[in-house]
């Protein structure tokens, strides 16, 4: 085992949207800075994991040199990230499901350590980021023992993720409002000025 993976791990990364905010082009194959947005996601996420997997509902023979394992979402019409997130929690083989979305290319491998360790505090709970008073429910950790729960609510018409996750009393890792890692780079504007 690689001395720098996070103990009973496994990370997905969120790639599956319908990438409405860059004009229907594929989130994650978008270049910056010469490399497509996965790829950034992959290098920090690579060494930290041996499940990485990979939530894509479209251009899978893209992402498929990027991931242990590829997944989708069970319903048509891209119903948000929290649909991969049910496919990633379905699919994980650790114990822990650390979600990250696949357009934060400034992300650091630092931070997912302290959000694993922070998680590893209160192993039967989720956590999310929060930058000052803001959820960034994208970034966290789930227990994969909590899935069924998340099923249900899928089930009962939840499809916020921040919601879901609050409601089984998610924990926060507190940043600076101002931290630059979880920059999301989701319009072209974003891109060209980062």
Known sequence: MINSQLPSCSILLLAGGRGSRMGGK??????????????WMHAVARPLTDDLIISCNRNQQHYAGFADQLVGDQERDYPGPLAGIRAGLTAARNDWL??????APLIDGPLLTALHEA????PERPLMLRQGQQWQPLFCMIPRSLAAQIETAWRNGERSNREVLLALGANSLDLNAADPRLANLNTPDLLART
């Open 119 to 122: 998680a590893s505090h209160v």
């Open 26 to 39: 594929d989130k994650g194959l978008v270049i910056w800075r010469d490399r497509p947005l996965i790829s």
């Open 98 to 103: 650390m979600v990250l979305p696949c357009d």
